[in-house]
């Protein structure tokens, strides 16, 4: 039988006060060491989390600890107090009354006195609180120092930026790191001065094995396989920083909360900028040289020589839809036309091709409808992009946090009634328990719409001027397809293959054409061509509920032909009433996943009575309505 182990668990971090991190592990080891010796306990094994907060419980050695529990080796943990183990309350007590004593495993805080095999803990609780109460605390007065430095001038960043040195470890003090900043003048006079492209720039840099920001500054995260990995978007966030020409630039991004470490960008305008306050290695004049150039690139814009003697319209904008290759620019007698590039050079996929005439007038008319659309309902466009969601998560978020409060206060409640003896331990362990997964649920989920809110906060403004960029086209603008036109609205166009050859017009191809900011074009308008299938499912349902969802109504609503509507059908390897049928399984399943009766559903379907669900049910479905009623509940 081995003898199990007693874990002596250290841990520090800038919140927890003046010491130097290394003075207090040290104290905190010598303190266990000498505790454990002094009591008999055997075989001390070191779980140190060093420069890691309180407030979160994903440090590494704290995971490793609590494996080790799980697997059964550890039977004691030692810390220095309860607040070294974690500063939430919540957590804190989760582990040490719920978690840890299903594996028989004591927790002794030292300098605290407290013992989980002690019947004497009823201040731990509240000793607990105080912990996350002196962390929240700690925060709320970090965060309010940060401001007021932040506000007079003040360097925020915790490293200086790439291209500078601290002064005496000063970080509020830089000073240029000549061998570094050579670079960044490099990188600023191939961009100004040599006209070459940031990917140029980035190649050259790859080269000539220069080492990236993040490798040359010694971040813990670049490994041997990145130090020289210089990519565009490296190359581009150097071009945009204005602490090059001597500027701080505070505030550019906040924390969500002292719990949640992620962090959100702050709009340009609400940046602090204070000039000249330390050397610049750039001038202010090539800076903003720089910063008017970069407004007119493109992440993906490419310098290659060869594409520009074939210069097109559509130029790294057209995509095959099966493969998701380029489409490649060719001529034909005398015809220009886009081919699947996938296809032409290693013969795979299939031959996908369509005219550049073609595709002018198709994109003239997608941006003609669009244009026409945005004119008439603007509002309609903002809905089905999403960007009338603000004030649903505002609202989500308020009540979020009006509960989160409300957790907290009903936690208190119950640790106070178990203090006072007005609650068991059963009773106790059983609602905390409840109350500490919602909380934790809520707190992920706050932090996911935060996010997201954040993000749409974006999306909004760029789709918006976008919108307005497009209404204030004038309707002769649309007469003609201009190269400016393409290349200020158009991001890419996916080019399907050919559905038949009956189709006199481009509806023989789904085209899908995305604009900057706004996406697919045929989610916002119903401009692309659709098969016939897909277009009766769409006015089948309402057919239905009226009884008349028969060929000849069907035919009507759609303005087509008997003949054409049935070659089209056999085309696509279907026929009418198979489509009908598929509408109808659609419908049942959807309905029964609602939650709504047979009585419910028969109409929804078309039929006078209950007995025609049950007869399609056995003819169709393969089982009786009730079975597969039953079916379809089970596996949601």
Excluded at 96 to 116: A, F, K, M, W
Excluded at 156 to 168: A, C, E, V
Excluded at 490 to 507: C, F, L, T
Excluded at 583 to 601: F, W
Aim: a neutral charge; hydrophobic letters at 35%.
């Amino acid at each position: 039988m081995y003898e199990k182990i007693t874990a002596l668990y250290c841990r520090y971090s800038h919140d927890d006060g003046q010491e130097t991190e290394n003075a207090s592990i040290t104290h905190q080891k010598s303190l266990l060491k000498e505790y454990a010796e002094s009591n008999g306990f055997t075989n001390l094994r070191y779980y140190v989390d060093d420069g890691y907060t309180g407030t979160s419980f994903s440090r590494p050695d704290f995971q490793r600890m609590m494996e080790d529990v799980e697997n059964g080796i550890i039977e004691t943990i030692l810390v220095k107090d309860m607040s070294r183990f974690g500063r939430n309350y919540v957590l804190v007590g989760q582990y040490v009354e719920l978690v840890l004593p299903q594996y028989h495993v004591r927790v002794i805080g030292i300098t605290d006195n407290y013992d989980s095999y002690s019947t004497e803990n009823d201040l731990f609780a509240f000793e607990s609180i105080f912990a996350e109460m002196y962390a929240a605390d700690i925060s709320k007065k970090v965060t309010y120092a940060k401001h007021t430095l932040g506000m007079n001038g003040v360097k925020l960043k915790s490293r200086p930026l790439y291209g500078y040195k601290l002064i005496d470890n000063d970080y509020t003090r830089w000073a240029i790191d000549e061998k570094s900043a050579e670079i960044v003048r490099l990188i600023f006079d191939m961009f100004l001065n040599q006209d070459m492209s940031i990917n140029s720039i980035a190649k050259y840099l790859r080269t000539n094995k220069i080492p990236t920001p993040s490798a040359y500054m010694g971040y813990k995260y670049t490994t041997v396989n990145t130090s020289y990995d210089w990519c565009f978007q490296i190359v581009r966030r150097l071009l945009g920083f204005q602490e090059y020409c001597g500027d701080t630039v505070n505030f550019k991004t906040k924390q969500i909360s002292y719990k949640i470490k992620k962090r959100l960008s702050i709009p340009k305008e609400n940046w602090m900028i204070f000039e000249n306050q330390h050397p610049a290695i750039i001038s202010r004049e090539d800076f903003e040289r720089a910063r008017e150039k970069l407004k007119n690139i493109s992440q993906n814009a490419f310098s290659t020589s060869n594409e520009r003697k074939n210069d097109t319209f559509f130029r790294n904008k057209l995509f095959c839809a099966m493969c998701g290759g380029k489409m490649r620019r060719d001529n034909a007698k005398g015809k220009i036309y886009f081919q699947c590039k996938t296809y032409l050079i290693y013969d795979h996929c299939q031959s996908n091709h369509i005219t550049e005439n073609d595709l002018r007038r198709i994109a003239l008319d997608y941006l003609k409808r669009l244009h026409i659309a945005i004119k008439t309902d603007k509002s309609a466009i903002i809905s089905k992009l999403g960007l009338d969601r603000m004030a649903e998560m505002e609202s989500q978020i308020s009540t979020t946090e009006n509960r989160l409060n409300e957790i907290s206060g009903l936690l208190k409640q119950i640790y106070e009634q178990k203090f006072h003896g007005e609650i068991s331990d059963l009773q106790f362990k059983s609602e905390s328990e409840t109350l500490s997964l919602e909380k934790e649920e809520l707190l992920r989920y706050l932090s996911d719409v935060t996010a997201k809110m954040s993000m749409l906060c974006k999306e909004n403004v760029s789709a918006v001027k976008m919108l307005d960029q497009i209404s204030s086209y004038s309707e002769s603008d649309f007469d003609v397809l201009t190269k400016k036109m393409v290349d200020t609205l158009i991001e890419k166009i996916v080019i399907d293959k050919p559905m038949g050859q009956r189709e006199k017009n481009y509806g023989k191809r789904i085209i899908d054409i995305y604009v900057y900011e706004l996406g697919n074009i045929s989610n916002l308008i119903d401009v692309r061509f659709k098969p016939f299938s897909v277009r009766i499912k769409e006015i089948a349902p309402q057919l239905l509920l009226e009884r008349r969802c028969d060929m000849a109504n069907v035919i009507e609503t759609l303005a087509t032909k008997r003949g054409s509507l049935k070659n089209a059908l056999a085309e696509e390897g279907t026929n009418f009433q198979t489509v009908i049928i598929e509408v109808r399984k659609e419908i049942i399943i959807d309905s029964i996943k609602k939650g709504l009766t047979i009585k419910e559903i028969y109409p929804l379907l078309g039929y006078p009575e209950t007995s025609n669900v049950y007869w399609f049910s056995r003819r169709f479905l393969g089982l009786g309505f009730n079975d597969f009623y039953d079916k379809i509940r089970n596996d949601m």
